[in-house]
């Protein structure tokens, strides 16, 4: 049975549909020696590359087990897999896969902290950022400058931004976190259910605010609590992992059994 080759590309962890997209029309991909045109399908013997790099798919092999990972972004680190410029990403320590790569459900902006999502299913991560599925992002922002009750309301009930009409699902004033007290500015909790660029931050900015810090604390169904160091993380739990599946309408399947923790341990713990 063929399938698109978006679809082929994500279910063998190579890329997001997303990704896979843009690669078909930058022309870097090609099917039986042909290159790949939007649309083109692909069966179990089609051979497929992706920069002349063949990618195989065993025919009767087990499928790999389904893995995120909560990765807790310090400001300053790339969501890429490499910098130019040499800068840290947060590729750089992440566990090794027997086949397939890390997946980023969507990106946060260098000055962006917390909670980021990696996948080894394109398909969950094609879906997760999908708009279909609206996924809630929970954020802390601390914001810089006054903000009344009428702002608040406003930017509820929804603003006008250059890529169209935007709102917070929801707003409200919380308590400043551990280690934050002193400051003269304001902390909200704020979620929004779009992953356009820079949302939370133009959204504030249209209200004449400045973000001084934002702060990533829920995904979905998954929050990010504590636990987790700055440029740290830990794996999904098989619950989460089918949390995650049912959100976005796929059959949940058995998580790899891997340690339940990773990364750089430097450094004191974050929010």
Known sequence: MKQRLQK????????????????IVEGRVTVNGEVARPGTQVGPDDQVRVDG???RKPRNA?????RVLLYKKRAGELVTASDPEGR???FRKLPKLDSGRWIAVGRLDINTSGLLLLTNHGELASRLMHPRYELARHYAVRV????????????????????????????????APPGETGSSNQWFEVTVHEGRNRLVRRLWASQD?????????????????????SSSYREATADEIKALMRAVDLTPSAPAKRPARGGPRRGPAGR
């Open 8 to 23: 082929a590309l994500a279910e063998a962890g190579i890329a997001s549909r997303r990704e896979a997209d843009q690669w």
């Open 53 to 55: 790099r063949a990618i």
């Open 62 to 66: 087990k499928a790999e087990p389904v």
């Open 88 to 90: 840290r990403t947060v």
């Open 144 to 175: 810089h400058g006054p903000v009344d009750e009428a702002m608040c309301e406003r930017l509820r009930a929804g603003v006008e931004l250059d890529d169209g009409p935007a709102r917070f699902d929801s707003l409200h004033a919380v308590a």
């Open 209 to 229: 605010c400045e973000v001084a810090r934002l702060i990533r604390v829920g995904y979905g169904p998954i929050a990010l609590g504590r636990g987790i160091r």
